[in-house]
């Protein structure tokens, strides 16, 4: 649980660099795209190098590899209703984020900017700010919201209740169209992300059915995070061209946006009931 919370911190501290490089348009973003690469290719090499671990072949109870067992292995766990809704949950949280996070470039120019000649510059420098925002709440989270619920032995509400604080948040730019209303969409949804994030994998962890599979069973809860990134993308993509038939609009109008929050808030809050049904964790 210890290095679970900065997942949120470096995905916003990448945000932070990758708008910087925004401002300086195609270039910039081939340089951003170079300098991700260079990094993944570093920690790859990094990861493969410096964790030196025993061989499995020299376990006691280790099993020939067959067929028959790899298919096994890859078996999702059965009878075990608190492990699929957390991966429900987990799943539903993430896209709810991917909707907004992923398009907040477009939010801020055709939404917050809508119309203005200098849109693209402008939602640039929001992106950025709201990037430092979000740095600082999730560094807050990451310090405070483990030990705070470790102290209290409880992981479901916390986590539920971080949803709902992403859905507060998510609701801001509905209330305030301007970039107030992104700013304090970073504050507050930033901190209820940051918040889950410090606490969900601990979560994930308490409603695996065997320990001996918890491997595996990470593994599959883990889709979560690849398949939010989809679903996510999807579902925004979905909105705004329903949006756009609707209105018989050839460009995109910024009632578009609008549902998408509308949308982001009804899927996160739809996961954090799903956490709430969770039985054998508190």
Not at 105 to 117: K, R
Not at 122 to 151: E, F
């Amino acid at each position: 649980m210890m290095l679970a919370p900065y997942v949120a911190v470096g995905q916003t501290l990448g945000s932070v660099v990758g708008a910087a490089f925004l401002t300086h348009g195609a270039s910039g973003i081939f340089q951003a795209w170079m300098m991700g690469l260079a990094i993944f290719s570093l920690v790859g090499i990094f990861v493969v190098v410096w964790p030196c671990e025993k061989s499995s072949k020299f376990e006691a109870d280790g099993e020939a590899m067959s067929a028959k067992a790899i298919l096994r292995d890859f078996r999702p766990p059965r009878h075990a209703p608190d492990f699929y809704y957390a991966l429900v949950g987990r799943t539903l949280m993430m896209g709810g984020y991917w909707m907004i996070t992923t398009y907040q470039l477009c939010i801020a120019q055709d939404y917050i900017y809508a119309g203005d000649p200098h849109a693209i510059d402008k939602a640039a420098a929001i992106i950025a700010t709201m990037g430092v925002i979000t740095l600082v709440v999730s560094l807050i989270a990451a310090v405070a919201a483990g030990p705070i619920t470790d102290r209290i032995g409880r992981r479901k509400l916390p986590v539920a209740l971080a949803s709902c604080l992403f859905a507060v948040g998510a609701a801001m730019p509905l209330l305030f169209r301007s970039p107030m209303g992104m700013y304090l969409f970073a504050a507050i949804a930033g901190l209820g992300y940051g918040v889950y994030n410090a606490i969900d994998q601990a979560l994930n962890v308490a409603v695996l059915p065997n320990p001996k599979e918890a491997g595996k069973d990470l593994g599959i809860l883990n889709l979560a995070n690849t398949l939010s990134t989809v679903i996510g993308t999807m579902m925004t993509s979905i909105v705004v061209s329903i949006a756009k038939s609707a209105m018989h609009a050839s460009g995109t109008p910024a009632a578009a946006y609008a549902w998408v929050f509308v949308v982001a808030i009804v899927i996160v809050l739809i996961a954090a009931a799903f956490i709430m049904r969770i039985r054998n964790v508190k």
